[in-house]
Protein backbone atom coordinates (compact mmCIF):
# COMPACT_ATOMS: atom_id res chain seq x y z
CA UNK A 1 0.00 0.00 0.00
CA UNK A 2 1.28 3.37 -0.97
CA UNK A 3 1.59 5.72 1.63
CA UNK A 4 0.31 9.25 2.27
CA UNK A 5 3.27 12.02 3.26
CA UNK A 6 1.86 15.18 4.52
CA UNK A 7 5.55 16.50 4.68
CA UNK A 8 8.12 15.95 1.99
CA UNK A 9 9.03 12.61 1.13
CA UNK A 10 12.82 12.57 1.91
CA UNK A 11 14.22 10.32 -0.66
CA UNK A 12 18.23 8.95 -0.73
CA UNK A 13 19.60 7.72 -3.92
CA UNK A 14 22.24 5.57 -3.82
CA UNK A 15 24.30 5.50 -7.44
CA UNK A 16 24.78 8.47 -9.09
CA UNK A 17 25.44 7.75 -12.75
CA UNK A 18 23.09 7.78 -15.47
CA UNK A 19 19.84 6.34 -13.89
CA UNK A 20 20.50 8.06 -10.47
CA UNK A 21 21.61 11.51 -11.95
CA UNK A 22 18.30 11.77 -14.51
CA UNK A 23 16.14 10.55 -11.36
CA UNK A 24 17.67 13.03 -8.96
CA UNK A 25 17.14 15.94 -11.39
CA UNK A 26 13.65 14.75 -12.32
CA UNK A 27 12.79 14.74 -8.20
CA UNK A 28 14.46 17.97 -7.47
CA UNK A 29 12.65 19.67 -10.29
CA UNK A 30 9.11 18.44 -10.91
CA UNK A 31 7.98 16.75 -7.31
CA UNK A 32 6.84 19.43 -4.87
CA UNK A 33 6.22 16.64 -2.40
CA UNK A 34 9.70 15.14 -2.21
CA UNK A 35 13.10 16.28 -1.79
CA UNK A 36 16.78 14.50 -2.28
CA UNK A 37 18.35 14.81 1.19
CA UNK A 38 21.21 12.64 0.42
CA UNK A 39 23.42 11.27 -2.12
CA UNK A 40 25.57 8.15 -2.07
CA UNK A 41 28.19 6.29 -4.73
CA UNK A 42 31.69 5.28 -4.44
CA UNK A 43 33.17 8.05 -6.92
CA UNK A 44 32.49 11.06 -4.05
CA UNK A 45 33.92 13.20 -6.80
CA UNK A 46 30.68 12.25 -9.02
CA UNK A 47 27.82 12.52 -6.03
CA UNK A 48 29.26 15.90 -5.02
CA UNK A 49 29.18 16.82 -8.79
CA UNK A 50 25.59 15.69 -8.50
CA UNK A 51 24.54 17.31 -5.30
CA UNK A 52 26.09 20.76 -6.42
CA UNK A 53 23.50 20.80 -9.27
CA UNK A 54 20.17 20.41 -7.35
CA UNK A 55 18.39 22.88 -5.58
CA UNK A 56 18.17 21.07 -2.47
CA UNK A 57 21.87 20.12 -2.24
CA UNK A 58 21.54 17.23 -0.57
CA UNK A 59 23.79 15.93 1.90
CA UNK A 60 27.03 13.09 0.33
CA UNK A 61 26.98 10.13 2.77
CA UNK A 62 27.81 6.57 3.04
CA UNK A 63 24.54 4.08 2.77
CA UNK A 64 24.40 3.43 6.18
CA UNK A 65 24.02 7.56 7.04
CA UNK A 66 22.06 8.03 3.54
CA UNK A 67 19.17 5.52 5.11
CA UNK A 68 18.96 7.03 8.04
CA UNK A 69 18.51 10.40 7.01
CA UNK A 70 15.89 8.85 4.45
CA UNK A 71 12.04 8.17 4.32
CA UNK A 72 12.65 6.42 1.08
CA UNK A 73 16.30 5.06 -0.62
CA UNK A 74 15.97 4.57 -3.71
CA UNK A 75 18.73 1.85 -5.33
CA UNK A 76 19.98 2.67 -8.77
CA UNK A 77 23.88 1.29 -8.36
CA UNK A 78 24.77 -2.27 -8.76
CA UNK A 79 22.83 -5.53 -8.55
CA UNK A 80 25.53 -6.91 -6.82
CA UNK A 81 25.41 -4.57 -3.47
CA UNK A 82 21.35 -4.42 -3.88
CA UNK A 83 21.08 -7.94 -0.63
CA UNK A 84 23.16 -5.47 1.45
CA UNK A 85 21.16 -2.15 0.64
CA UNK A 86 17.72 -3.86 1.24
CA UNK A 87 18.90 -5.50 4.38
CA UNK A 88 20.18 -2.29 5.83
CA UNK A 89 17.17 -0.19 4.54
CA UNK A 90 14.78 -2.97 6.23
CA UNK A 91 16.58 -3.03 9.37
CA UNK A 92 15.98 0.62 9.62
CA UNK A 93 12.55 -0.27 8.64
CA UNK A 94 12.85 2.38 5.64
CA UNK A 95 11.25 1.75 2.17
CA UNK A 96 12.98 1.08 -0.78
CA UNK A 97 13.03 1.59 -4.71
CA UNK A 98 15.19 -0.73 -6.07
CA UNK A 99 16.36 -0.60 -9.86
CA UNK A 100 18.46 -3.20 -10.56
CA UNK A 101 15.77 -5.39 -9.76
CA UNK A 102 18.12 -9.01 -10.79
CA UNK A 103 19.89 -8.34 -7.32
CA UNK A 104 16.71 -10.11 -5.84
CA UNK A 105 16.97 -13.18 -7.84
CA UNK A 106 18.38 -15.42 -5.30
CA UNK A 107 17.64 -12.47 -2.38
CA UNK A 108 13.49 -13.37 -2.57
CA UNK A 109 13.89 -13.87 1.28
CA UNK A 110 14.38 -10.24 1.87
CA UNK A 111 10.59 -9.37 -0.18
CA UNK A 112 9.56 -11.64 3.35
CA UNK A 113 11.76 -9.27 5.45
CA UNK A 114 10.33 -6.50 3.93
CA UNK A 115 6.95 -7.46 5.10
CA UNK A 116 7.79 -8.49 8.66
CA UNK A 117 9.05 -5.06 9.20
CA UNK A 118 5.92 -3.11 7.22
CA UNK A 119 8.62 -1.65 4.89
CA UNK A 120 7.13 -0.95 1.27
CA UNK A 121 9.59 -2.16 -1.80
CA UNK A 122 8.71 -0.79 -5.26
CA UNK A 123 10.02 -2.45 -8.31
CA UNK A 124 9.36 0.10 -11.49
CA UNK A 125 7.85 -1.56 -14.19
CA UNK A 126 11.21 -0.65 -16.10
CA UNK A 127 11.04 -1.22 -19.73
CA UNK A 128 8.22 -4.00 -20.75
CA UNK A 129 4.86 -3.75 -20.70
CA UNK A 130 1.68 -6.05 -18.91
CA UNK A 131 3.34 -6.66 -15.33
CA UNK A 132 -0.26 -5.88 -13.79
CA UNK A 133 -1.37 -7.70 -16.32
CA UNK A 134 0.71 -10.92 -15.19
CA UNK A 135 -0.08 -10.32 -11.61
CA UNK A 136 -3.63 -10.92 -12.17
CA UNK A 137 -2.82 -13.97 -13.99
CA UNK A 138 -0.96 -15.50 -11.25
CA UNK A 139 -4.07 -15.08 -8.85
CA UNK A 140 -5.60 -18.13 -11.03
CA UNK A 141 -2.70 -20.47 -12.45
CA UNK A 142 -0.06 -19.73 -14.96
CA UNK A 143 1.88 -22.37 -17.01
CA UNK A 144 4.29 -20.91 -18.63
CA UNK A 145 6.28 -17.49 -19.09
CA UNK A 146 8.88 -16.35 -21.84
CA UNK A 147 11.10 -13.46 -22.50
CA UNK A 148 12.71 -12.72 -25.82
CA UNK A 149 14.94 -9.60 -25.51
CA UNK A 150 16.76 -8.45 -28.86
CA UNK A 151 19.19 -5.60 -28.84
CA UNK A 152 21.74 -3.45 -30.78
CA UNK A 153 25.11 -4.19 -30.35
CA UNK A 154 26.01 -1.46 -28.47
CA UNK A 155 23.09 -1.68 -25.87
CA UNK A 156 24.58 -5.76 -24.86
CA UNK A 157 27.38 -6.11 -22.76
CA UNK A 158 30.13 -8.33 -24.00
CA UNK A 159 28.65 -8.21 -27.91
CA UNK A 160 29.59 -4.67 -28.79
CA UNK A 161 30.96 -5.83 -31.57
CA UNK A 162 28.59 -8.53 -33.13
CA UNK A 163 28.38 -8.16 -36.53
CA UNK A 164 25.90 -10.73 -37.07
CA UNK A 165 21.79 -11.76 -35.85
CA UNK A 166 22.71 -14.24 -32.92
CA UNK A 167 21.01 -15.88 -29.84
CA UNK A 168 23.54 -15.18 -27.28
CA UNK A 169 21.65 -16.95 -24.14
CA UNK A 170 19.03 -19.55 -23.69
CA UNK A 171 18.12 -20.47 -19.78
CA UNK A 172 16.03 -19.05 -17.13
CA UNK A 173 15.95 -15.84 -15.09
CA UNK A 174 18.28 -17.03 -12.74
CA UNK A 175 20.92 -17.81 -15.27
CA UNK A 176 20.19 -14.91 -17.06
CA UNK A 177 21.46 -12.31 -14.26
CA UNK A 178 24.62 -14.06 -13.76
CA UNK A 179 25.05 -13.32 -17.05
CA UNK A 180 23.87 -10.20 -18.33
CA UNK A 181 23.58 -8.37 -14.68
CA UNK A 182 23.04 -4.80 -16.43
CA UNK A 183 21.24 -5.52 -19.24
CA UNK A 184 18.19 -8.14 -18.11
CA UNK A 185 16.34 -6.53 -14.99
CA UNK A 186 13.68 -6.99 -16.87
CA UNK A 187 13.31 -10.43 -16.45
CA UNK A 188 13.86 -10.51 -12.71
CA UNK A 189 10.57 -7.94 -13.01
CA UNK A 190 8.64 -10.59 -14.83
CA UNK A 191 9.57 -13.54 -12.43
CA UNK A 192 8.98 -11.63 -9.50
CA UNK A 193 5.23 -10.67 -10.88
CA UNK A 194 4.68 -14.13 -11.69
CA UNK A 195 6.28 -17.76 -11.37
CA UNK A 196 9.57 -17.02 -10.44
CA UNK A 197 13.11 -16.89 -11.67
CA UNK A 198 13.61 -20.63 -12.34
CA UNK A 199 10.23 -21.00 -14.48
CA UNK A 200 10.49 -18.01 -16.37
CA UNK A 201 12.18 -18.73 -19.69
CA UNK A 202 14.36 -16.15 -21.59
CA UNK A 203 16.05 -15.90 -24.55
CA UNK A 204 18.81 -12.73 -25.40
CA UNK A 205 19.38 -11.84 -29.00
CA UNK A 206 21.95 -9.53 -30.01
CA UNK A 207 21.28 -8.08 -33.78
CA UNK A 208 23.50 -5.19 -35.77
CA UNK A 209 20.24 -4.56 -37.94
CA UNK A 210 18.02 -2.86 -34.55
CA UNK A 211 18.18 0.06 -33.08
CA UNK A 212 15.88 -0.36 -30.54
CA UNK A 213 16.08 -2.62 -27.52
CA UNK A 214 12.99 -4.82 -27.90
CA UNK A 215 11.23 -6.99 -24.86
CA UNK A 216 8.51 -9.41 -25.74
CA UNK A 217 6.49 -11.22 -22.95
CA UNK A 218 4.41 -14.50 -23.74
CA UNK A 219 2.55 -15.76 -20.99
CA UNK A 220 0.29 -18.85 -20.83
CA UNK A 221 -2.36 -20.00 -18.34
CA UNK A 222 -5.85 -20.97 -17.59
CA UNK A 223 -6.86 -17.35 -18.24
CA UNK A 224 -5.47 -17.33 -21.80
CA UNK A 225 -2.49 -15.82 -23.17
CA UNK A 226 -1.06 -12.39 -23.14
CA UNK A 227 1.95 -11.52 -25.89
CA UNK A 228 3.06 -7.68 -24.71
CA UNK A 229 5.78 -6.22 -27.04
CA UNK A 230 7.77 -3.00 -26.35
CA UNK A 231 10.16 -1.14 -28.23
CA UNK A 232 12.54 1.07 -26.53
CA UNK A 233 14.97 3.43 -27.55
CA UNK A 234 18.43 3.20 -25.31
CA UNK A 235 18.80 5.97 -23.10
CA UNK A 236 20.78 8.87 -24.91
CA UNK A 237 22.91 8.90 -22.07
CA UNK A 238 23.97 5.07 -21.18
CA UNK A 239 22.68 2.66 -24.50
CA UNK A 240 22.55 -0.29 -22.05
CA UNK A 241 19.63 1.03 -20.42
CA UNK A 242 16.14 1.43 -21.60
CA UNK A 243 15.04 5.44 -21.77
CA UNK A 244 11.42 4.31 -20.67
CA UNK A 245 13.27 2.46 -17.76
CA UNK A 246 13.99 5.47 -16.26
CA UNK A 247 10.85 6.98 -17.23
CA UNK A 248 9.23 4.32 -15.59
CA UNK A 249 11.27 5.23 -12.12
CA UNK A 250 10.04 8.79 -12.32
CA UNK A 251 6.84 7.60 -12.78
CA UNK A 252 6.70 5.31 -9.90
CA UNK A 253 8.21 8.09 -7.79
CA UNK A 254 5.40 10.36 -8.82
CA UNK A 255 2.87 7.62 -7.60
CA UNK A 256 4.34 6.82 -4.13
CA UNK A 257 4.81 10.57 -3.77
CA UNK A 258 1.48 11.56 -4.85
CA UNK A 259 -0.48 8.50 -2.92
CA UNK A 260 -1.93 7.21 -6.92
CA UNK A 261 -1.33 4.25 -8.07
CA UNK A 262 -3.68 2.35 -11.30
CA UNK A 263 -4.56 -0.30 -11.58
CA UNK A 264 -3.29 -1.94 -8.06
Known sequence: ?????????????????????????????????????????????????????????????????????????????????VAEIAARTFAMKKDLMCMSVGGFIGNEHLIEIAKKRNCNLYFPSGAIAGLDAVKAAKVGKITKVTLVTTKPPKSLSGYENAKKKKVVFEGNVTQAVKLFPQNINVSAALSLAGIGAKKTKVKIIVDPSVKVNSHEIIVEGDFGKISTKTENKPSPINPKTSYLAILSAIAMVKRIVGNVEIGS
Open 1 to 81: MLQYFQKKLKIGIIGCGAIGTILAKAIDRDLKGAKIVALSDQDLGRANALSSQLRSRPKVLDGKGLIKKSDLVIEAASGKI
